[in-house]
């Protein structure tokens, strides 16, 4: 997760490129059948994925707030926000602004 949103975006950079803005998170081995995989602590655009949905605890419950095979933006705190898997094993893909990725260059330090 990046600490801010004050990042240098490098034209022509495809994600994941080291520099890029947006870098991906995937999330792995979601239990099948009603199982619940916390959401890491960020700030992430939700890439919809079939039977998975995201919950949020109020305190006393966990509600949807995001249905299946829906995307999203997300705000985890890494506690109270999490996937909620209906169907097999899956895995999320989220995507994130560079955390602290390198940029390579001549004048890097």
């Not at 009603?34 to 959401?39: F, K, L, R």
């Not at 095979?69 to 890494?78: K, L, Q």
């Not at 209906?86 to 955390?99: D, K, R, S, Y």
């Amino acid at each position: 997760m990046a600490l801010g949103l004050n990042k240098i975006i490098v034209q022509g950079l495809s994600t994941d490129d080291a520099g890029a803005f947006p870098q991906s998170v995937t999330v792995t081995a979601l239990a099948s059948a009603s199982g619940n995989t916390a959401i890491p602590a960020g700030m992430y655009t939700l890439i919809p994925a079939a039977n998975v949905a995201v919950q949020v605890y109020d305190g006393s419950s966990w509600s949807t707030c995001i249905a299946a095979n829906t995307g999203g933006v997300v705000f985890s705190d890494g506690t109270n926000w999490r996937f909620s898997n209906a169907g097999a094993n899956a895995n999320v893909t989220l995507v994130t602004v560079n955390g602290g990725d390198a940029a390579t260059g001549t004048y890097n330090s």
